[in-house]
């Protein structure tokens, strides 16, 4: 009895020892197809070929020229410092279950301080609105969707999944830099990674175009910064960055081009809205075809005054429907004062305008 207790003792080291041995060699199996599996990122600053996802190499649709932001010194330490981290804290796959394009998509563990935004947005539970609009109003592999402010991505992705083209704009240097990764992550690996594109700046009325004062709320990269005197109450941090006219984008950086048959362009400026949506009237005056728009209104428009509300109205007049939270038809938008709009306005948060034409191809409405 004594020899076999001898005998199985080393047996069961040897047994331990094997265990221990495979177990090693599973996880550095398992980290090595992580890796594989993880899009290799090359630097932000470089220019990718766009196809159409068909393989249109430099079809002039999907190239665009490089916005240059502007920024000062101060917004590119908070961009490099931000590059820097991202592929320290790594990616995961998601999936925006609760609406009717899933496709899954890739992104940065960097949420920008808003703990499980991610795994909060894939299942329908931020601004599911938002995204049944971009659901309704972007018909599948023909529309273009411009979006600014982009922020972090969720909604440049989404849309960005089954439109023909999808095109950010992000002025906060933060934001812009995990947006900008997100991108990225999602161009090799993703049948429509390159049809989506991010840059850096802004977008601002043609007397504000140039260098302007950028300031954040809480800290860079909260979805709380802006450009004008109704941001930021409590400043957390201040940067310069250039700001653009949209024609001047739309003509000279992403060539998109007049007539706008399909084209659909979401706003959310952070209460810089009473001095943008005006500044469009003299841009699309003329036009027979109007971009859609889906534009989002913030508790500090109730500080515009009465003539900025009638320049949005003006503006709004030029379109056949005016939808507050894509519900309400705007019955007295022909007669509506700036007064009555305010107060219309003060109690709702979205604006979609689009006209008769555009009706006819929407996707089913659910």
């Not at 265990?19 to 199996?29: D, G, H, P, R, Y």
């Not at 496709?103 to 909060?120: A, D, L, M, P």
């Amino acid at each position: 009895m004594a020899m076999a207790a001898a005998i199985v003792k080393p047996d069961r080291r040897l047994r331990n020892r094997l265990w221990s041995w495979l177990f090693t060699v599973a996880i550095c199996i398992v980290n090595l197809h992580q890796r594989t599996q993880s899009p290799t990122l090359e630097s932000p600053l470089v220019e990718h070929n766009q196809t159409d996802g068909g393989g249109h190499v430099n079809d002039p649709l999907f190239t665009s020229e490089k916005v240059e932001s502007g920024w000062d010194d101060r917004a590119i330490q908070l961009y490099n410092r931000t590059l820097d981290e991202l592929p320290q804290l790594g990616a995961r796959n998601l999936t925006y279950w609760k609406f009717r394009h899933r496709g899954t998509f890739r992104v940065s563990n960097n949420q920008c301080g808003n703990h499980n935004f991610w795994e909060v947005a894939s299942r329908g539970g931020w601004e599911t609105d938002t995204f049944r609009i971009f659901e309704q109003y972007v018909n599948e592999n023909e529309t273009i969707v411009v979006d600014f402010g982009t922020w972090i991505g969720p909604t440049l992705i989404h849309h960005g999944s089954f439109s023909k083209r999808s095109i950010g704009i992000e002025a906060d240097p933060v934001a812009y830099a995990v947006a900008e990764y997100n991108v990225e992550l999602n161009k090799a690996h993703r049948s429509w990674g390159d049809r989506v594109t991010v840059d850096s700046g802004c977008v601002a009325s043609p007397e504000d175009k140039g260098v302007l004062e950028m300031k954040a709320a809480k800290f860079p990269g909260a979805s709380m910064s802006g450009i004008g005197e109704k941001v930021a109450k409590n400043v957390a941090a201040v940067w310069t960055v250039y700001c653009y006219t949209l024609p001047e984008l739309f003509e000279e950086y992403w060539h998109i081009e007049r007539p706008y048959h399909d084209v659909m362009i979401k706003i959310d400026v952070e209460s810089y809205e009473c001095k943008l949506i005006p500044s469009f009237y003299d841009w699309l005056k003329d036009e027979e075809h109007l971009p859609k728009m889906f534009m989002s209104f913030h508790p500090d428009i109730q500080y515009c005054t009465n003539e900025e509300y009638e320049g949005v109205l003006k503006f709004l007049r030029l379109y056949d429907h005016v939808l507050f939270d894509n519900k309400v038809e705007f019955g007295a938008l022909r007669t509506a004062t700036g007064e009555e709009f305010r107060k219309l306005i003060d109690s709702r948060k979205t604006v979609v305008i689009y006209q008769n034409h555009h009706a006819e191809k929407f996707p089913n409405r659910e």
